[in-house]
T-cell receptor, first 112, second 113 residues
Framework: DGGITQSPKYLFRKEGQNVTLSCEQNLNHDAMYWYRQDPGQGLRLIYYSQIVNDFQKGDIAEGYSVSREKKESFPLTVTSAQKNPTAFYLC???????????FGEGSRLTVL | AQSVTQLGSHVSVSEGALVLLRCNYSSSVPPYLFWYVQYPNQGLQLLLKYTTGATLVKGINGFEAEFKKSETSFHLTKPSAHMSDAAEYFCAVSDAGANNLFFGTGTRLTVIP
């Protein structure tokens, strides 16, 4: 059945390491998004992509990078430049922005 | 610029009581409005949405919301709370020309047996 798959669900990393979070969708949606969620702050947009090979920065892109080489995939790399990377990361997609978003189950990153 | 304000980061109700979660928005153009629910360590699930047409919108699990332009509000209600309604609820706003949704900071609903 169709949906969005994020992996890993839980991830631990040491300071100074880059880490890549996977997001795959089989909904045939054009647009994909990455959000960061922190307690009491709601969801903040990191990057979004409306078409293959194109993406735009969101509100908090510093320290993150993305790629969109395939319609189904939108991986997020958390680099060592991100000062406070411990958070819950949510990937979403939509048929065409900005309507209803379909979310994955999330990935919780903890920096030790 | 668009923004969303959710009044009350925590709301507690007794089982069977009315649920009212407040959302006010700011938008310079006619908005699209959404309510999402999130259970612990999971993604968000759409409860209901308003784009155009009837201002009273019915969603899943017995929830509904009314778009009131004069009050710039989109409050979420449910006549009778159930234990399974305990979760975090997010209001979001967008418009036809935007590239993404703007989310409120969320309201955690606790249901007391």
């Amino acid at each position: 059945d169709g949906g969005i798959t994020q992996s890993p669900k839980y991830l631990f990393r040491k300071e100074g390491q880059n880490v890549t979070l996977s997001c795959e969708q089989n909904l045939n949606h054009d647009a994909m998004y990455w959000y960061r969620q922190d307690p009491g702050q709601g969801l903040r947009l990191i990057y979004y992509s409306q078409i293959v090979n194109d993406f735009q920065k969101g509100d908090i892109a510093e320290g993150y990078s993305v790629s969109r080489e395939k319609k189904e995939s939108f991986p997020l790399t958390v680099t060592s430049a991100q000062k406070n990377p411990t958070a819950f990361y949510l990937c979403a997609s939509s048929p065409q922005g900005p309507g209803e978003l379909f979310f994955g189950e999330g990935s919780r990153l903890t920096v030790l | 610029a668009q923004s969303v304000t959710q009044l009350g980061s925590h709301v507690s109700v007794s089982e069977g009581a009315l649920v009212l979660l407040r959302c006010n928005y700011s938008s310079s153009v006619p908005p699209y409005l959404f309510w999402y629910v999130q259970y612990p360590n999971q993604g968000l699930q759409l409860l209901l949405k308003y784009t155009t047409g009837a201002t009273l919108v019915k969603g899943i699990n017995g929830f509904e919301a009314e778009f009131k332009k004069s009050e710039t509000s989109f409050h979420l209600t449910k006549p009778s709370a159930h234990m399974s309604d305990a979760a975090e609820y997010f209001c979001a706003v967008s418009d036809a020309g935007a590239n993404n949704l703007f989310f409120g900071t969320g309201t955690r609903l606790t249901v007391i047996p």
